[in-house]
Nanobody, 114 residues
Framework: QVQLVESGGGLVQPGGSLRLSCVASGSTFGFYDMSWYRQAPGKQRELVARITPGGVIIKYADSVKGRFTISRDNAKNSVYLQMNSLKPEDTAVYYC???????WGQGTQVTVSG
């Protein structure tokens, strides 16, 4: 069973930046696309960004294009989400997962307020 551990969230003012990290267990990380999702209160979980094993970015949600950047380091079993120019509507719990999705981790809370 793959374990996913997200970190890097926090409280930030509008216009600020955060860098989220996700570490996955196991030896198959480099074979799968990886994605970041988010779930705001009262809303469904949505796909934010997706990246191939070779580092090609497949998808950004329209709402984050030009502000967020997904990247990965296969040697570290890690995927990252650099978030710039944050807005209050980016407030959510952020999750990483491989594609197709497996068990979900705890996520990391991002709150944009100020």
């Amino acid at each position: 069973q793959v374990q996913l551990v997200e970190s890097g969230g926090g409280l930030v003012q509008p216009g600020g930046s955060l860098r989220l990290s996700c570490v996955a267990s196991g030896s198959t990380f480099g074979f799968y696309d990886m994605s970041w999702y988010r779930q705001a209160p009262g809303k469904q979980r949505e796909l934010v960004a997706r990246i191939t094993p070779g580092g090609v970015i497949i998808k950004y949600a329209d709402s984050v294009k030009g502000r967020f950047t997904i990247s990965r380091d296969n040697a570290k079993n890690s995927v990252y989400l650099q978030m710039n120019s944050l807005k209050p509507e980016d407030t959510a719990v952020y999750y990483c997962n491989r594609e197709p999705a497996v068990n979900w981790g705890q996520g990391t809370q991002v709150t944009v307020s100020g």
